[in-house]
């Protein structure tokens, strides 16, 4: 963001993944920043306190807030009943959350937004790597750590944005979308399999989500879908006057000898990234490169150099015999496409996995039967539950037999906190790739050492 004013800005919640991001964005577009937070951890607090921005005390701080500040952005962590935010309304600042805030900087942006259950990350980050091979010049928002970008936020000058649509809400004040904060011009909706299970609890009010988004597009807008989920291919085909709907689906492709190839009109391009899924992320990808001018061959050429997002099916370890995957994947559909993408890569090795258990939705009883089938493309994985997270979440212990009753499969290894998982670990013939998929910190054990053990 071109400075033409220094605003005097605080971050409530500034802790979280966006937010210490864009405080750091702010800080170095010239402008006035504070923030404050009950608690920050790495790789955010190392991040704030690198660019002197690490509150000096965790907590909140009615004192923080003042009537010479310009702006306050709320993250959503921070609750109705936060204090900072008390006195913010009283003194009648102008509150945004972060998509209102977004928004706010790019109005006169061309504003891509990129949405759906799974692959919106992935999606994202193809973009941005095919515009910035391009020498394109573009303002981006995405959840995961991008290879060539050292923040996940930035605003300029830029004439266009790139932007991760999250279906999560706002705000405590404002319980809607973040992606219909972004009013797009060109939106993109990969997939739909309910998630958020404790915030949408039915699957009817999740899938509406997505077509309010759709509605959303605007005269001359485009709507790009994939048409080979049926809910989204719906969505796709709902006639919207003067709105151009794109449909995409898996893009051509051939595995050889463990490389995956894109078939293309002027031949195989080798891709760095695996999977049935990842061609479909590719496909969508392609189809919004597209719309900002971008040809076939500028996006092959790029697609030839692009590596998987952060936690996104990364390499860990390689070996000739054996490979060590990371992903962030917790959701049903992301496990059972990560899973079988492994599986299919390398049809002669075997295919180990482990999976935690983490977020509410997946530790939900009543969520738990939509993992059936999930782990079929694995032989014996290992599932954690880490006891000490459902009760820090307040939630009922799970049983093994519940467990292996939700995905359907027996030979499921059950785990319930880090001695477990080791011994578990240990006992595995460390044959083939392991896959390691977790949205947590597996109960204190680290994946390198895991990774390490696996291929030594």
Request: glycine residues 6%.
């Amino acid at each position: 963001m071109t400075n033409h004013n220094s605003l005097k800005i605080h971050l409530i919640a500034v802790g979280g993944a966006i937010m210490h991001n864009l405080a750091i964005a702010l800080k170095r577009a010239g402008h006035q920043v504070s923030g404050s937070d009950d608690e920050i951890f790495d790789p955010a607090k190392s991040a704030l306190e690198t660019e002197g921005l690490l509150p000096e005390h965790n907590g909140w701080n009615p004192e923080n807030i003042h009537a010479e500040l310009d702006a306050i952005i709320l993250g959503m962590h921070a609750r109705e009943d936060n204090p900072e935010l008390a006195k913010a309304q009283e003194l009648g600042l102008k509150i945004y959350s972060f998509p209102e805030f977004i928004f706010e900087q790019s109005k006169n942006k061309q504003r891509v937004v990129i949405a759906g259950s799974h692959g919106k990350t992935s999606i994202t980050a193809m973009v941005m790597h095919v515009l910035n091979f391009q020498q394109k010049e573009f303002d981006y928002l995405v959840g995961s750590k991008v290879k060539g970008f050292d923040l996940s936020v930035q605003l300029s000058d830029a004439p266009v944005i790139i932007i991760e649509g999250d279906e999560y809400l706002n705000s405590t004040l404002d319980r809607v979308p973040k992606f219909l904060k972004y009013h797009h011009h060109i939106a993109l909706i990969s997939g739909i399999a309910w998630d958020h299970f404790n915030v949408f609890p039915t699957y009817e009010g999740y899938v509406q989500l997505f077509h309010d988004l759709a509605d959303q597009s605007p005269k001359a807008g485009s709507l790009i879908y994939n048409e080979k989920d049926p809910e989204v291919k719906k969505i796709g085909q709902t006639k919207r006057t003067d709105v151009n709907s794109i449909p995409y689906k898996t893009h051509a492709y051939t595995v050889e000898n463990g490389q995956t190839f894109l078939k293309t009109d002027n031949g195989k391009v080798a891709v760095n990234i695996i999977g049935e899924h990842n061609m479909e992320n590719l496909a969508g990808a392609k189809a919004i490169c597209k719309q900002l001018g971008i040809t076939d061959t500028q996006f092959y050429e790029a697609m030839a150099t692009f590596e998987s997002a952060n936690k996104r099916l990364t390499p860990l370890k390689t070996t000739p015999e054996a490979m060590v995957y990371q992903d962030f994947a917790h959701s049903p559909s992301k496990v059972m496409a990560t899973t079988k993408a492994v599986a299919e890569q390398f049809k002669d090795r075997n295919t180990q996995v482990l999976l935690e258990l983490h977020t509410f939705s997946s530790l939900n009883k009543d969520f738990l039967p939509q993992y059936a089938g999930a782990l079929d493309s694995a032989k014996q994985p290992i599932i954690l539950v880490n006891e000490q997270v459902l009760q820090h979440k307040g939630l009922p212990a799970i049983s093994e037999e519940e467990i292996k009753a939700a995905f359907k499969k027996d030979d499921i290894q059950y785990v319930r906190n880090a001695e477990e998982l080791k011994a578990a670990f240990n006992g595995l013939a460390k044959e083939g790739n392991l896959l390691i998929m977790t949205s947590g910190n597996l109960a204190g054990v680290p994946i390198m050492e895991l990774a390490d053990d696996w291929t030594k």
